[in-house]
C-alpha cells in the first residue's frame, strides 16, 4: 500500500507541475508543450515511478520536481526547433495577408519645424506618404493602420493610391512602443504578419520590403538593417571610454521590422508583467527568447530627423528619378 501511493502520488505531481508549465509558457510557445515533454521524459517517468516505490514520500516529490522541471526546459527547447521548421515549410507571403503599422505619431523636436517631421514636404508631398504609397503597390499587403494624431488623418484619407487598400486609425502613446500595441489592437485577426514602418523612412524599396517580409515568414520575426560604419564606443556615465565595440558585429536597425502578430502579442504581455522598456519592436521578441533575422537592406533607407536628412533625402529622389528606378 505505501508503494502504490508514493506512485500514484508522483505520477499526479508530475501532471500537476507539467500543466502549470505548459500555461507558464507564451501562448505561442504553449501548444507543443505537453507532446513534447511526453517523448523526451516517459522512459525517465518510469524509473523514478519504480524508484519512488521504495523511497520515502518527500523523495518521490523532490525528484518529481525536479524531473518535471527538466522536462519542462527541454520540451521548450525542442518546441522552439520543431516551430521554426514548420514555419519554414510554409516561407511564401499570401497575397493580402500582412498587416502594416504605420507609425505616424511623433513629434519630431530635433527637426525645429512648426509641424511633426513626417508632414514635411519632400519634393511636393509629405515624407509620410511616401512609403504608404511604396506599400500600397504590393500584394502582400491587405491593410493599412496609421497610427497618428486625428487632425493629421486626412493626409491619408485624400491620398490617392493605385490599390483600394483599406486604411485604419489608431492614437499614437506616450512612447513608440505603447503606439505600436495601439495599432496592433486594429489588425485583422487573419494576418500573417504584422509590419511595423516609421513613416519618417520614406526611401524604403519593395526590393527591400519583399525581403523582409520572406525572412520574417521562415524565421517568425525579421527586420531590416545595415552594418555599422562608424567606430563604436562604450562609455561611463562620465564620457570615459570603457571599450571598442566590434564593429563587425553591429547593426543599425531600420524598419520595416516584421512579427507574426501572436509572437508580437505575447512579447507585449511579457514586456507589460516585467516592465521593460524598447526601442524597437524586434527586442520585444527577443525579450521572450525567440529567433529574430537581420534582413540586409540599404543605407538610403535613411530616418529623416534633421534638415540635413531632408536635403539628403531630396537629392537621393532626384538621383532615382533619373535611374528611373521603381520605388
Not at 493605385?162 to 506616450?174: E, Q, R, Y
Not at 495601439?182 to 494576418?191: D, F, K, M, R, Y
Not at 521562415?218 to 538593417?225: F, H, K
Amino acid at each position: 500500500q505505501p508503494s502504490f501511493f508514493c506512485s500514484h502520488f508522483t505520477r499526479k505531481m508530475a501532471s500537476s507541475v507539467r500543466t502549470l508549465a505548459a500555461q507558464s509558457l507564451p501562448a505561442t510557445l504553449a501548444v507543443p508543450q505537453a507532446r513534447s515533454h511526453t517523448r523526451a521524459s516517459a522512459s525517465a517517468h518510469s524509473a523514478r515511478s519504480h524508484l519512488a516505490s521504495a523511497l520515502p514520500l518527500h523523495f518521490a516529490r523532490k525528484h518529481a520536481l525536479t524531473g518535471v522541471a527538466k522536462g519542462a526546459h527541454r520540451s521548450a527547447r525542442s518546441m522552439k526547433r520543431s516551430m521554426t521548421v514548420r514555419v519554414e515549410a510554409n516561407a511564401e507571403v499570401p497575397d493580402g495577408s500582412v498587416s502594416l503599422v504605420l507609425l505616424a505619431g511623433g513629434v519630431g523636436k530635433r527637426m525645429g519645424a512648426a509641424i511633426p517631421k513626417q508632414y514635411l514636404p519632400l519634393r511636393g508631398k509629405p515624407i509620410a506618404t511616401y512609403s504608404l504609397i511604396t506599400f500600397s503597390k504590393m500584394k502582400e499587403f491587405g491593410e493599412v493602420i496609421v497610427v497618428c494624431d486625428p487632425s493629421y488623418r486626412e493626409v491619408f484619407e485624400n491620398l490617392k493610391l493605385t490599390s483600394d487598400l483599406p486604411i485604419k486609425f489608431a492614437l499614437p502613446g506616450k512612447e513608440r512602443q505603447d503606439s505600436v500595441f495601439n495599432g496592433l489592437q486594429e489588425i485583422s485577426l487573419e494576418a500573417s504578419l504584422v509590419a511595423v514602418h516609421d513613416s519618417a523612412r520614406p526611401l524604403v524599396t519593395r526590393a527591400e520590403v519583399t525581403a523582409v517580409l520572406k525572412d520574417a515568414m521562415e524565421v517568425g520575426a525579421a527586420v531590416l538593417g545595415v552594418q555599422c560604419k562608424a567606430t563604436i564606443k562604450e562609455a561611463s556615465a562620465d564620457g570615459m571610454v570603457v571599450k571598442t565595440l566590434d564593429r563587425s558585429t553591429l547593426w543599425e536597425m531600420h524598419t520595416p521590422q516584421v512579427i507574426r502578430p501572436q509572437l508580437l502579442r505575447d512579447g507585449y504581455r511579457l514586456v507589460a508583467e516585467k516592465g521593460f522598456a524598447v526601442t524597437d519592436d524586434v527586442s520585444i521578441v527577443e525579450f521572450l527568447g525567440a529567433p529574430v533575422k537581420i534582413t540586409k537592406g540599404s543605407y538610403e533607407n535613411l530616418k529623416v530627423t534633421t534638415p540635413e536628412d531632408l536635403l539628403i533625402a531630396e537629392r537621393l529622389l532626384d538621383e532615382r528619378a533619373l535611374k528611373k528606378i521603381n520605388v
